[in-house]
């Protein structure tokens, strides 16, 4: 039996590399050339396919020119039980703008919340 968690690990590990290859306008034969990887190993490990060495993480990173913190810095949960879960994975895949309105909606909300409940 395959563990679960594990193979959840290394697609969300895929989706992130994946994600961050697009915003730096990388193609998937870039990335390979900047990491020293094969394209084809890129494109396996961004759907899940692979799991990673360290050391190949390491190629990843360097290649998208970023930290493994902030690899790892929106991984997000690895369930949905609550509802915190759920915020995190729908923002996830959201670009940084998306994140901030998000952010700045809910702030709005609570301090209205806030104020109709102090009058």
Known sequence: ??????????????????????????????????????????????????????????????????SLEELFRYIGPMEKKDALGQIAELLIERPLNDQMLALNLLKSIFDWEKEKYDL
């Open 1 to 66: 039996m395959p563990d679960e968690s594990k193979s959840e690990l290394v697609r969300k590990i895929g989706e992130r590399i994946r994600r961050l290859r697009k915003e730096k306008g990388l193609s998937q034969e870039q990335l390979g050339e900047l990491s020293g990887l094969h394209t084809n190993y890129v494109g396996q490990v961004e759907r899940g396919e692979k799991n990673l060495t360290l050391e190949t993480l390491e190629k990843m990173v360097f290649g998208l020119d970023i």
